[in-house]
């Protein structure tokens, strides 16, 4: 079988230094400040309800937004300063899709973007991502956990890139060509940090003594919330059916068996703890969240809330 982790060539997937070298696209498509879609067709097709693609696009924005500010914490606290620029470089990747996606969302059906002081200059997609409550993300849990170790580091960049290429694979034909166009460009960012963790992954669990154990733990206390990724929300599969969105259990296989194959390179299995449940039925797609997102929420959003009427 063919692995799926090899290296990609240097004319394919940017290095993990390049986008912090250039001014490129990492905020949109362009460096268009004012309008992150401009240029590209907002229009929602006619038989699409807005709802429901502006709340699929929202879910979409807050998994990378959320995750997105995880990893932004481990700039200078990585293990070198190599590793400090990759994960810095992942946040940079995540947010530039969390704008467009909330952007999107915005565009589709303006009712879901918080109110602001009459003035406020703050775009449509900075309201949504400093302006909610914890309730009102969307983002699966695995993205709002408190960062452990490098380990831990290592296996959530994995679970989660390896989930979420396997949707932006399919995105890339979508019938809302906003939607399309991101998960184009998210496709190549999104195999460059699921490369850099299987490297990692099979690097630590090969390590030391101590490397592994601190691998197998961090592996173990993430694994439980692995199922919830490819659970179908309604608004997903309502997407999904009208054509613009992709019902994450359609790429539970694919996924799976990247990760199998990473798993296998590393001698080690799938755990077998239990998935995590959760409340009265309700996970992040419905806005039921822990404590640490609305902790994270407090200190992320705190400059925007004290200056609402603020130009950045």
Do not use: C
């Not at 991101?182 to 190549?188: H, R």
């Not at 998935?275 to 400059?303: I, K, N, W, Y």
Request: negative net charge; glycine residues 6%.
């Amino acid at each position: 079988m063919e692995s799926h982790i090899d290296t990609p060539p240097e004319d394919e997937h940017d290095s993990a230094y390049s986008g912090l070298l250039v001014n490129d696209a990492h905020w949109a498509f362009g460096t268009d400040f004012e309008d992150p879609l401009a240029g590209v067709d907002t229009t929602v097709p006619g038989d699409v309800d807005a709802a429901t693609l502006a709340t699929y696009a929202l879910m979409l924005g807050d998994d990378a937004l959320v995750m997105s500010h995880r990893f932004s914490e481990w700039t200078s606290n990585a293990p070198d300063l190599e590793d400090d620029i990759a994960l810095s470089n992942i946040a940079l990747d995540l947010l530039g899709q969390a704008r467009l996606l909330l952007a999107r969302a915005a565009r589709a059906d303006d009712s879901l973007v918080p109110a602001l002081p009459e003035g406020s200059p703050t775009p449509p997609e900075d309201a949504l991502a400093f302006f909610r409550e914890a309730h009102q993300l969307r983002n699966v849990r695995l993205a709002e956990l408190v960062n452990g170790d490098f380990a831990e580091a290592t296996v959530r960049v994995l679970l989660f890139s390896v989930w979420r290429l396997a949707l932006l694979e399919r995105l890339r034909s979508s019938r809302d060509h906003v939607l399309a166009a991101v998960a184009a460009k998210g496709v190549k960012e999104v195999a460059y940090h699921r490369d850099y963790a299987a490297r990692w992954f099979v690097t630590l669990a090969g390590g030391t003594e101590e490397s592994r154990r601190r691998l197998v733990a961090a592996l173990d206390q993430l694994w439980p919330l692995w199922p919830e990724l490819f659970d179908t929300h309604p608004v997903e599969a309502a997407a999904a059916e009208a054509g613009v969105g992709v019902d994450p259990a359609t790429v539970r296989d694919a996924a799976e068996g990247v990760l199998d194959q990473v798993l296998d390179a590393a001698g080690l299995e799938r755990p077998q703890a239990p998935r995590r449940a959760g409340v009265l039925g309700r996970t992040g797609r419905d806005g039921m969240h822990g404590e640490p997102l609305s902790r994270m929420l407090a200190e992320m959003q705190s400059v925007a809330r004290a200056h609402p009427m603020g130009q950045w």
